[in-house]
């Protein structure tokens, strides 16, 4: 995405008749920030061509779409209704593909109350995590950007790895800094379960810790990724009796928690956050994949956190620091 914005914002400066010549003439590549591809889409763009590049991705999304359709009615519709956020996105500061108020005003137009900020920690250098200095000034770009969008409102937030001991990746004075905390194990998703399940357990019941992010780190499409073992009853307990939410993450390719262990996180009498874990502001329309799920598990609509008004959404998250 960034490759094609680049590209995009270079061609943008040129005079259409010096633009189309370069394109004809094979030159576009020459200019900064235009690569082999970016050059081929906007060439074929430029003879009033569809991109072959968009054509590829817009049949892979049409397989995805057939594999898992989504019908919002009944309680999913309802669900889908009550929802006022999201606790899970990131923005191009990570991993991301777009500006931080670009993701919140898609996410204000799309009837949003609050969105959650979660970009990654300093460990997952290949989603280029926010190291301390880059978080601090994240929030204050969040605060200023907060003032234009009023009384729409970026929560802050980050999605911290599990390390493999079981403690975060980032400071304590940074994590209580922030609104919410969303807790994701990236690293060693083989762990045997006699590991992983007391690394789970330690983060879930850290004070920080406010949401478990996609439990199981599976992948269901392309090459797949199988789901990581663990004492899903243990994990559910301690996440119960820290108040630690646990997410669906309606992300197509990972469904994650898979429905026989979101029926154990109802079971277990856990809350729960539907959300999108969106890198584009388009994947922020992803959260009926979710809202069907929890339909389906039987999620009780009153433990759906993200389907609460930010102030209490803030007060439950501030009261586990506190405890």
């Not at 003879?47 to 999913?76: I, M, N």
């Not at 770009?141 to 990746?169: C, K, M, Q, W, Y």
């Not at 388009?282 to 999620?299: F, K, M, N, S, T």
Request: with cysteine.
């Amino acid at each position: 995405m960034r490759a094609f914005r680049g590209a995009a914002a270079t061609l943008a400066k040129l005079d259409p008749e010096d633009l189309a010549q370069r394109a004809a003439t094979g030159r576009l590549r020459a200019l900064p920030g235009v690569g082999q591809t970016t050059e081929a889409v906007a060439t074929e763009a430029l003879a009033g061509q569809v991109p072959s590049y968009l054509a590829k991705l817009e049949e892979e999304a049409g397989h995805l779409a057939a594999e898992e359709a989504v019908v919002l009615t009944g309680r999913s519709a309802e669900i889908r209704s009550l929802l006022r956020g999201d606790c899970h996105t990131h923005s191009d500061w990570s991993d991301g593909g777009s500006p931080i108020d670009e993701m919140a005003r898609a996410a204000r137009d799309l009837g949003h109350e609050y969105v959650v900020l979660t970009d990654h920690s300093p460990r997952l250098k290949v989603a280029n995590g926010l190291t301390a200095e880059r978080l601090r000034t994240q929030l204050d770009l969040v605060a200023a950007i907060n003032e234009e969008l009023a009384p729409f409102r970026i929560l802050t937030g980050i999605e911290v790895d599990i390390l493999d001991d079981g403690s975060l990746d980032q400071t304590d004075e940074l994590l209580g800094r922030l609104d919410v905390v969303v807790a994701s194990v990236h690293s060693k998703l083989r762990m045997e379960s006699a590991a992983m399940t007391p690394r789970m357990v330690a983060a879930v019941q850290n004070p920080h810790v406010d949401i478990l992010g996609h439990c199981t780190g599976r992948m269901v499409t392309g090459k797949g990724r199988p789901q990581s073992t663990f004492d899903a009853e243990a994990v559910f307990a301690a996440c119960a009796a820290s108040d630690t939410a646990v997410e669906i993450n309606c992300r197509p390719e990972r469904l994650d928690p898979p429905r026989p262990l979101l029926r154990q996180v109802v079971a277990a009498g856990c809350k729960v956050s539907i959300d999108t874990d969106a890198h584009a502001p388009g994947q922020l329309e992803w959260q009926p994949y979710g809202c069907v799920r929890a339909a389906e598990c039987g999620v009780r609509t009153e433990s759906i956190v993200n389907a609460w008004p930010a102030e209490r959404l803030l007060e439950w998250t501030a009261s586990h620091a506190a405890g």
